[in-house]
């Protein structure tokens, strides 16, 4: 599956953005599907992940209340809502696909995005 990722850029703390991560092929609801992010100089982090039928959803404490994982597995795509974004909310964010049971974990996802980049100014 091929992933692309968009809707980052500039925002002002408080303010929000929609992150849309669309899949290619004909298989999109096989795959759990989540939301990553890298500060510069930090390692790739967990943000969000959605379970195939979209019924379960686990994300970081640090973006739970304001960040939500939707997905469309008629659009083959996969939605980051973000609001009361913080400064360190700032970070490319990538959308991978998995094939096993969900998880959390970055290498147990096999698919990638090119990543999307949110920048929240204070």
């Known amino acids: 599956v091929q992933l692309q990722a968009s809707g980052g850029g500039l925002v002002q703390a408080g303010g929000s953005l929609r992150l849309s991560c669309a899949a290619s092929?004909?298989?999109?609801?096989?795959?759990?599907m989540g939301w990553f992010r890298q500060a510069p100089g930090k390692e790739r982090e967990f943000v969000a992940v959605i379970s195939r039928s979209g019924s379960t959803t686990y994300y970081v404490d640090s973006v739970k209340g304001r960040l939500t994982i939707s997905r469309d597995n008629a659009k083959n795509t996969v939605y980051l809502q973000m609001s009361s974004l913080k400064p360190e909310d700032t970070a490319v964010y990538y959308c991978a696909a998995n094939q096993g049971a969900l998880s959390t974990r970055v290498n147990a996802h096999d698919y990638w995005g090119q990543g999307t980049l949110v920048t929240v100014s204070s």
């Open positions: 092929g004909r298989t999109f609801s096989r795959y759990g």
